[in-house]
């Protein structure tokens, strides 16, 4: 890992962030997954930009390497949600790296997910390292919104416009996404309007 570079370093480690996300405020939750998916969250937020930016360092590797590992626990007994029913669906029809497109979507689907389960994104603000004191629960859940997002542009990820995704493929992807598996363990019900409305956002 120690070679890896540094946007590889970044796709992969994001994939882990939103399995550990996703599995946290999915339908399926469960009180021990939620404790590795928590410590995954708060490891990647401190690490992952640090492994990013210093590709050598072993500290960084291995909490990183750690963190994925925890979130892959999580997401092995629940399930995952939108952003993998979208970026699957996606990457495999456009053949796109699967930890580029699960960033990039990470932040919309998460600005319409958060009404579903708001005391756990505002617990997610509190492990990305966010200081939610004074905000209300749904302040603090939408602050979660914004952390990520920030956290997805500082590790230089694409959008799917420069990737080559045209909004007028959004029909279509959206229907693929709805037809996936993964969409029942979303924590806010979906529909196919859902999909193109969290698409379309990607183009705003």
């Not at 969409?183 to 956002?201: A, C, F, H, K, V």
Request: charged share 15%.
């Amino acid at each position: 890992m120690l070679n890896m570079p540094a946007h590889i370093t970044a796709s992969t480690g994001l994939d882990a962030l939103t399995h550990a996300i996703e599995c946290y405020t999915c339908a399926y939750a469960q009180p021990w997954p939620d404790a590795v998916a928590l410590w995954a969250i708060e490891t990647l937020a401190q690490w992952l930009p640090i492994a990013f930016a210093q590709g050598q360092n072993q500290e960084a590797r291995y909490k990183v390497a750690m963190a994925a590992m925890l979130a892959g626990m999580s997401y092995g007994t629940e399930s995952a949600g939108a952003v993998h029913a979208m970026s699957q669906t996606a990457g495999g029809y456009f053949d796109l790296p699967h930890g580029v497109l699960t960033a990039a979507l990470l932040p919309p689907v998460m600005a319409f997910n958060y009404l579903g389960e708001p005391h756990k994104y505002a617990r997610i603000a509190l492990a990305m390292g966010e200081d939610t004191r004074g905000l209300s629960v749904f302040e603090a859940a939408e602050l979660a919104v914004e952390s990520v997002t920030r956290f997805v542009e500082t590790l230089e990820i694409p959008t799917l416009t420069e990737l080559g995704i045209k909004q007028e493929d959004v029909p279509m992807l959206a229907q693929l996404a709805f037809d996936d598996p993964q969409t029942i363990g979303n924590p806010r019900d979906l529909t196919l309007e859902s999909y193109l409305q969290i698409y379309n956002s990607c183009f705003e």
